[in-house]
Every structure is written in C-alpha cells, then in structure tokens.
C-alpha cells in the first residue's frame, strides 16, 4: 500500500504548519488539504469544486506559492509552511487586500474570495506593480460566479499601490539614521 493508495482507510496523524501553528491532525491518505484544514476549523478554505476548476481553496505554500488545496493530500502538506486567508488577517487587522476588496465591492456571496485574496496575495509577492491584464491573467484560475471581475482587479491594483506604499514607507525610514524601520518612528532610547 502506497501512501496515496485511495482504499487505504487507515488513519494517521499529520503534522501541519499553518499559519505559524503546529497543528496534528488524524486524516486517511486520501484525505485532501483543503479538508483537514477545513477539519481543524479553518473553514476559510472553501471547496467549490473538487477538481482543480475554481481556485476556492487556495492557499499559500512557503510564503508565495499558490496551491489548489483540493489537489493535495494532506500528507504531502507536511514539511511546508501553510497559509490560508485566516493567516492573512482578520477583523481589526485587514490585510490590504481584504480591505481593497471591501472598499472595492470586489465580492458579492464571498464563495470564492478566500482563493481570490490568496492568489492575489502571491502574485503581489512576485509581481508588486501588475497591469490590470497580468492580474486578470494571474486570476485566471479563480472563478467568481457573482461579482463579475472589474471590481476585483480595481481591488488587487488598490492593494497593490498600499502595499508599495507601504514598503516604500519602510525602505525611507530604514535610510533614516535613528529610525525604526519597522514603525517608520523615531527610534532611540527610553527619553
Ligand atoms: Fe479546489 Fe475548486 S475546490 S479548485
Ligand atoms: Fe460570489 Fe465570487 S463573490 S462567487
């Protein structure tokens, strides 16, 4: 028996990074990502197809590389660092791109914006300044069924200017003798 052998129903545990988490959980070989993650509570990570079609269930391995989570078994997740939109920010704390796609109407049902913001997010990682054809391309493996695109990309291209706004923020304040650079702030002892 393999460990992808689909009649293998044995359970054993996986040992998952997610999101900074260690987390063990119990699945078969078969068991797909997107369900043990869903399986330890980040229901975040949405399953809308189940055939590598519609990119709901995205999420990042090792930082920028985006992984259809319904095309993985869970097994193979181990040794990776795993992101998913939960990672990315929350109420009080919006990533960039959560809060562009609020300002920008850029969902309607929200079925399949946690794979639009994390493939979003690792195209930005590689690409900070993309045309709004390079993120439709970039997108095209994510399928909305009610919000139409416009207002996605307007969304992508408004988080994308904040976030090179905010790096150039931090490259000037890192250029400034006594500043942190991590706060822009004046940096120093205790006065
Ligand atoms: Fe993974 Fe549709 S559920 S691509
Ligand atoms: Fe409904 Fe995209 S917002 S499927």
Redo the contacts with the bound molecule.
Sequence with gaps: MTATDTTDTTLRTVTLNVNGQTIHQQVEPRTLLAYALRDAGLKGTHVGCDTSSCGCCVVLLDGDTPAKSCTMFAVQAEGHQITTVEGLGGPGNLHPLQQAFWDQHG???????PG?LMTAKAMLEHNPDPTDQEVREFLSGN?????GYNNIVKAVQQAARVMRDEAQAQALAGMVPGTDPSTGTAGGGAQ
Excluded: D, F, H
Excluded at 108 to 113: K, L
């Design positions: 969902l309607q049902c929200g079925y399949c914006t639009m399928l909305c069924r009610c919000t």
